[in-house]
């Protein structure tokens, strides 16, 4: 399974974006899913995830300003409004299919103040 993040880019504060996360292979079930990100100099830590029964979970400082979403068992989405200069990081989108856990290759995200 690969997983391929996209949507990443350059945005002005309070400005919105909409990462992407397409996985390929061959896999039956996703059990979760999340976004994590991790800025210059960070820990890479988890932004926003749903488990398998559809419960989202969201980090306190983007909650009410992202939203995250799923398409299908292939695509997932996360929408960010109102972004912030301390959002500026590199998005990663990870899975955990059919018992596994796998990382895309991450996406880009800086914003300016």
């Known amino acids: 399974v690969q997983l391929q993040a996209s949507g990443g880019g350059l945005v002005q504060a309070g400005g919105s974006l909409r990462l992407s996360c397409e996985a390929s292979g061959t896999f039956s079930s996703v059990n979760s899913l999340a976004w994590y990100r991790e800025g210059p100099g960070e820990t890479r830590d988890v932004v926003a995830s749903?488990?398998?029964?559809?419960?989202i979970t969201y980090a306190g400082s983007v909650k009410g300003r992202f939203t995250i979403s799923r398409e299908n068992i292939k695509s997932t989405h996360l929408r960010m409004n109102s972004l912030r200069p301390d959002d500026t990081a590199r998005y990663y989108c990870?899975?955990?299919?059919?018992?596994?856990?796998?990382w895309g290759q991450g996406t880009q995200v800086t914003v300016s103040s």
């Open positions: 749903m488990d398998s029964s559809g419960s």
């Open positions: 990870f899975i955990v299919a059919d018992g596994r856990g796998y």
